[in-house]
């Protein structure tokens, strides 16, 4: 999507909710772009910071959020801790 800077100040909410989906928003100026405003986790993508852990993982595509590991049933084995 293209801006116009003055649309870009009057529809600043509309403009960073359509970043946060994902959806690059150019700004121009005099009909040459100037700026774009990008999600911030792409923004870190592409520069290469990291960020926690848990953004890490929650940014996955590959971990299936449903999977549930098996626990074995069986009770667990006596340990015999002599003193």
Not at 4 to 27: C, T, Y
Not at 54 to 70: G, S
Not at 73 to 83: H, I, S, Y
Request: charged content about 30%.
């Amino acid at each position: 999507m293209r801006w116009q800077v003055q649309e870009a100040k009057q529809r600043f909410s509309e403009m960073l909710r359509a970043a946060e989906a994902g959806e690059p928003q150019i700004v121009t100026k005099h009909g040459e772009a100037v700026a774009v405003i990008i999600d911030i986790g792409e923004y870190h993508r592409l520069t290469g910071q990291s960020g926690t852990l848990m953004e890490y993982l929650r940014a996955e595509p590959l971990i299936d959020a449903d999977f549930k590991p098996e626990r074995r049933a069986d009770l667990p084995r006596d340990v015999g801790l002599a003193v």
